[in-house]
């Protein structure tokens, strides 16, 4: 098939590759001009292993290439962004510009397929609306079907490929029919239900993270209370057979996570009481760990420097969206700290080439934010030589505290009161 993919970001570029390395045509279609012109060079301007790779392979084949314009296909994947208004409703308007842009190329027995995370019901109630506009009957002349991903940054083109997928057509031919189009690559089971079932599961996949994140965060500052350490509980719980208590930390991000939640409360406030409070509890944590840092320095006279290491929503990944550290951060500089970020993953405001010693020169706090790779094994002395006041705190449980404390760093970590008494 000729497949054109309106949107080629974190899933759009990694989804428009894995089709074009298995036999079918891919156009790629972006409005930022970096993106096209770097993938018909056969690059890539994103951080996943082996992406380049497999999108050089495609374009020196003839089976990928990039534009700023859709033209006409056999199917048609939308991949755009599902932004979060301020009000916390889904910003539904790059996909319904993303169906408008490709009415004009619209043929019978084209293929419509939306992969962008959205509300219950907007494949039924936006995108196929649209198309009856145009004069297309969806189901007969248009074959309509939302079919979330579900990866990981850092193993997307494997899970790609061997994850589970879920169909959800608008009838039982349209999902059918998008059903055989992916399976010329995953190697998981596809399964097909209906469009807004679908749109719900992706949404509770990672609405059950976030509620369980949210659950692991508040018993973090209870044990913080109660002077015993949340990690040690966590570990000792998951060893029954039926507890799974995820990793407490501070906040979550990502387009996922920190964003579906708030699609279905969007939908059933009076109903989603649980989500919402989750919701809210894990967007309070930046503010909680700067109450944490405004402690621990609360005592020394003049301007507090913090080096804050990881600014990414996650480890190892150049990804910032919905990053609760750049909200922490934002708070530090609110309130007059001297904040310094360290991330070899992103250029944020330098933080890609800055040394993490020379960035800790005379910090009064240093904070693991992030557990990248490259905070594991640094030399804690060398660190507590050139700081203002000797303490590190610990979000991720990333350290260990007697190697840390051995070098004459006072150890601190989020959810463990004992620096408390």
């Known amino acids: 098939m000729k497949i054109c993919i309106i949107g080629l970001g974190y899933i759009g570029l990694p989804t428009a590759a894995m089709f074009a390395t298995n036999g079918h045509k891919v156009h790629g279609v972006d409005i930022n001009k970096e993106v096209v012109e770097a993938l018909n060079k056969g690059e890539i301007i994103i951080e996943e292993p082996y992406l380049e790779d497999l999108v050089k392979e495609a374009v020196n084949n003839g089976n990928l290439f990039a534009s700023d314009k859709p033209e006409k296909a056999d199917a048609f994947i939308i991949c755009v962004p599902t932004p979060i208004l301020p009000d916390k409703r889904a910003d539904l308007s790059l996909v319904e510009n993303a169906v408008r842009t490709i009415l004009p190329y619209l043929e019978k027995g084209n293929i419509i ?36 991903e579900r990866v990981l940054p850092g193993r997307i083109l494997k899970e790609l490929r061997e994850n589970s997928r879920v169909v959800g057509g608008i009838n039982e031919k349209s999902a059918q029919v998008v059903k055989e189009l992916y399976e010329s690559f995953v190697e998981g089971e596809i399964y097909i239900a209906d469009a807004t079932t679908a749109e719900m ?20 500052m209870l044990c913080e209370k109660l002077n015993v350490n949340a990690w040690d ?45 989750s919701r809210n509890t894990n967007d309070g944590m930046p503010r909680y760990v700067f109450n944490r840092i405004n402690e621990l320095t609360a005592n020394i006279e003049g301007k507090r420097k913090i080096c804050i290491l990881g600014i990414t929503y996650k480890p190892n990944v150049d990804d910032m969206r919905e990053s609760p550290i750049l909200e922490l951060v934002g708070l ?14 992103v250029d944020y405001e330098g933080s890609e080439s800055r040394d993490v010693y020379e960035a800790a020169k005379d910090a009064d706090l240093v904070v693991l934010a992030v557990n990248h790779d490259e905070f594991k094994d640094l030399d804690f002395s060398r660190i507590k030589s050139v700081m203002n ?5 610990d979000t991720r449980n990333f350290w260990d505290p007697e190697t840390v404390e051995n070098s004459g760093l006072s150890y601190h970590l989020l959810g463990w009161g004992r620096n408390n008494t």
């Open 113 to 148: 397929i939306l992969e962008s995370t959205s509300p219950p019901g907007t494949t039924r109630d936006l995108l196929c609306p649209v198309i009856e506009e145009a004069g297309f009957k969806p189901g007969e002349d248009i074959y309509v079907a939302y079919c979330p």
């Open 201 to 220: 599961c992706k949404l509770m996949e990672n609405t059950y993270r976030d509620v369980n994140i949210a659950l692991a965060n508040e018993l973090a």
């Open 233 to 277: 509980v966590i570990k000792y719980a998951n060893k029954h057979p039926r507890v799974n208590i995820h990793m407490p930390g501070p906040g979550v991000g990502g387009h996922c996570i920190a964003i579906d939640p708030w699609f279905i409360v969007e939908k059933c406030p009076e109903l989603a009481r649980i989500i919402t409070l």
């Open 332 to 345: 530090l500089k609110e309130n007059q700290f001297d904040c310094v970020v360290v991330d070899n993953h």
């Open 389 to 393: 006041t000797p303490q590190v705190l």
